[in-house]
C-alpha cells in the first residue's frame, strides 16, 4: 500500500513539474505554427487566409513572423543582372526577398520591401539586410512594432528601421516561396504581437536539436523550450527523423542532408 502511494505520489509531483514548467516559467505566449513540416521554396505557397492575416499581423500594434529557411543553389536564368524575388511575404504589405543569383557572392543579397501610406498614396521602404546563407538553416525573424521593423538571423538583430509611413494595412494572405528559387523552409511561426527577444529566441531553440538541426514535429517530441529531451527520433518510437531515405531506393531522396 505504502509503495502504490509513493506511486502516485511521484505521479502527482511529475505532473505538477510539467504544469509549473509549462505554464509558469514558460508560459505560451499565443505562437501559432502555420508550417509543420518541411517544404520547398520552389512554388508559392499560402499559409494564412487574407482576413486573418489582416487581423492577427496587419491591423494590430505590433507583431511577430519567424521561421526557418535553407536556400540552396538560386536560378542563374531567371533575368539579367541582380533580380530580387519573395522568399516570404505578405502581398501588397510587405515582402522579405532574395537575389537568388546575385552577381558578385555566393550567398545570397536581401532585403525587407514595404509598402508604405503617404499622403493617401502607397509608396514602397526597404530595409536592406545581410546575405543569407546558402546550403544551412537560417531562422529568421521578423518583428513589428508600429513603424519600426526588427530582422533577426538565428540569435543576432541585423536591422533595426523605423519607417517614414505606416505599413499598409489590406487583406492579403501569408505566403512563402517562389518559383525561381530552391531550398526550404518549415515551422513558419506568427504573433499578432510583438514578442521579446527572450521570447524569439525561446522559440527558435525550441525546434533544433543540439547540432542545429531543425526538427519537424512528430507527436513525441516533449521538447520544452531550451531543453530538447528528443534532439532526434528515439529507437523503436513511431517517429520518422527528418534524414530518414524513402522506402522506395527508385524515389529521389530529397532531405536536406542528402
Request: aromatic share 8%; glycine share 4%; proline share 6%.
Amino acid at each position: 500500500m505504502t509503495f502504490i502511494a509513493l506511486v502516485i505520489f511521484g505521479i502527482i509531483l511529475i505532473l505538477l513539474t510539467i504544469y509549473i514548467i509549462v505554464y509558469k516559467i514558460y508560459p505560451n505566449v499565443g505562437n501559432n505554427d502555420l508550417l509543420r513540416s518541411i517544404t520547398a521554396l520552389s512554388q508559392r505557397t499560402d499559409l494564412l487566409y487574407s482576413d486573418e492575416t489582416k487581423k492577427q499581423l496587419l491591423a494590430s500594434s505590433g507583431s511577430s513572423i519567424m521561421g526557418y529557411f535553407n536556400i540552396q543553389s538560386g536560378d542563374r536564368t531567371i533575368k539579367v543582372g541582380d533580380s530580387f524575388v519573395p522568399m516570404l511575404q505578405i502581398e501588397n504589405n510587405w515582402y522579405l526577398e532574395v537575389s537568388p543569383a546575385p552577381k558578385h557572392t555566393a550567398d545570397s543579397a536581401a532585403r525587407l520591401r514595404i509598402h508604405s501610406i503617404n499622403a493617401g498614396k502607397m509608396e514602397y521602404e526597404h530595409i536592406e539586410l545581410p546575405s543569407i546563407p546558402k546550403q544551412k538553416w537560417m531562422f529568421i525573424a521578423i518583428l513589428r512594432d508600429g513603424r519600426r521593423f526588427d530582422v533577426i538571423y538565428n540569435n543576432r538583430i541585423v536591422a533595426s528601421h523605423t519607417l517614414k509611413n505606416y505599413p499598409s494595412v489590406i487583406s492579403s494572405p501569408l505566403s512563402v516561396g517562389h518559383s525561381s528559387l530552391n531550398g526550404s523552409v518549415v515551422h513558419i511561426i506568427i504573433n499578432s504581437n510583438r514578442l521579446s527577444l527572450q521570447d524569439v529566441e525561446r522559440e527558435r531553440i525550441s525546434h533544433i536539436d543540439t547540432n542545429d538541426n531543425v526538427l519537424e514535429n512528430n507527436i513525441f517530441s516533449f521538447n520544452f523550450p531550451g531543453i530538447n529531451i528528443f534532439a532526434e527520433c528515439p529507437p523503436g518510437l513511431p517517429c520518422d527523423p527528418i534524414t530518414k531515405p524513402p522506402s522506395n531506393n527508385l524515389l529521389q531522396w530529397s532531405t536536406q542532408y542528402a
